[in-house]
């Protein structure tokens, strides 16, 4: 097999430069650490066309020159604006079924695989110049954008509130097309070269734009005066909250702002008061699940523990749970950090660390109100959670999240906190633990046929499907690409039995009481995911994204 021509020896050998300026800038390459193309541009012998066409011609590819001729709008609008921004890439027309793409290094042409798959269409490489892609993406994508980009960053407290007025408008666009989108978290997160903007929609990170490295102060110091945080201090985490209208809708969000190495990182919270609200079906819960769970929130007394990761609808799902729950004849009181969404009848009390209330001392408190139910937002500590059992056994029903991996675990933290086993025995009544998987496009989900293998993954078998078909995400302009629109819950609620409750007292371990539950009926995460996956409600690969198999599920 042929060896691939070095580059400098192309560029000789088309005349662009001499032996010697090849060797100037390999010494220049070894000493910055840059690529000897680069080298060559620094050094003035080449400009980044002779250098395009060089790497076209080693890579064996065709060369691309997008400051001439025009490409039509059907192919541009092929690839959306963050992906061609995202992979360094222009759609130039499609020949046979494929789209030719125009990028810069060829070596980057394996991340047309990625771009396969989020899109649904086949790419062919071509290279064009670092100039000609940015004036393409100005001339076909961001004009607005760029326009923007290009203007200096304020440098004068007392300058003209009209040079303010692109950042405001700037920062607004941010947020409005997260709601759009259905985000619910907007990423801004400074780097050394640029300032990078993420939405995590459907609970995966998405980079959606990338602005040049000056607009990161006052991008940055527009959202921390929003969320009525000290614009002066960088050193410390700070977290803040804002209150706006966007598209009609009233939106909270809530806002973490981390002091890193380039400059301070900001997540917000989207929080959609329109949408946080909803009932136990819309979460996922269905047939038997769904009565059993009704069934033990009715209870008078006792501890309802929700478990997961952050971000996997804990609070939703106990939102729900008071929703129904919630009568002119019940009082219900909530301790929460922060207070996420207002409900109608419910008297809530934020945690504030600073003054010393904690979820503690609130709970403390609030027993002195004659509640019939209390929710506490979490349990992260054994005064917290002896506290939340003492009101259990007084005759309180007890809402709660912890952050375990499963529902069986919970039970052995809660003992690893310092709660005596015999008071975790008899409070508990129920742990749910629950994942948050991807809801598949209706509009563009496409049937299969995985393999027995394939289907083992989520304890299925061929025989179990009975035919029906099982679906993948595709990708349209509905689900913009990505296969997927909107998010589902499963979930593994586990009932406290009288064996359970001896397991408990005696100090079983988490893994013995977990094939206890199984063998009980309780239905694995991965159970449930694999009826949604038969329901065609999502996908095998967005279950085994979330759940893992645990030691035990297949007893």
Known sequence: MASRPLLGALLVSQGAVEESQVEEALRLQGEAGCKLGEALIRLGYIDDDQLARALARQAKLPFV???????????????????????????????QGDVIVAMADPVQAFNLENLRFLLNMSFRPAVASESGLKDAFLRYYAVE?????????????????????????????????????????????????????RYRINGVCQTVDRHPRHLQGPVISRLKILAGMDISEKRKPQDGRIMTRVLSREIDMRVSALPAVNGESLVMRILDKQEGLVGLEKLGF????????EKIISRPNGIFLVTGPTGSGKTTTLYAALKDLNRPDVKIITAENPVEYNLKGVNQVQVKHSIGLDFGRILKAMLRQAPNIILVGEIRDEETASIAIQAALTGHLVFSTLHTNDAPSAITRLVDMGVAPYMVASSIVAVLA????R??????????????????TIG????????????RPGGCEKCNFSGYSGRIGVFELMRMDSTL?????EGASHLEIRRQALMAGMSSLRSDGARKV???VTSIEDVLRVVSQEVGDDL
């Open 65 to 95: 020159d997008l400051k001439k001729g025009r490409v039509a709008d059907d192919v541009i609008d092929l690839i959306p604006a963050h992906l061609a921004e995202e992979y360094g890439i222009i759609p130039v027309k499609v020949h």
């Open 145 to 197: 954008k760029e326009s923007l980009a290009q203007q200096p960053a304020r440098t004068k407290a007392s300058d003209d509130e009209d040079e303010e007025a692109p950042i405001i408008r700037l920062v607004d666009r941010i947020i409005e097309d997260a709601v759009k989108q259905r985000a619910s978290d907007i990423h801004v997160e400074p780097f050394s070269d640029n300032l990078r903007i």
């Open 286 to 293: 269905e047939g038997e699940d769904l009565a059993r769970f």
């Open 434 to 437: 629950q994942r948050l998987v």
């Open 439 to 456: 809801v598949l496009c209706k509009h563009c989900k496409q049937p299969y046929e995985p393999g027995a293998a394939e289907l083992l």
């Open 460 to 471: 299925l078998t061929p025989e179990q499907l009975g035919g029906r078909p099982v679906y």
């Open 501 to 505: 409750r001896r397991m408990t007292f």
């Open 534 to 536: 038969v329901k065609g």
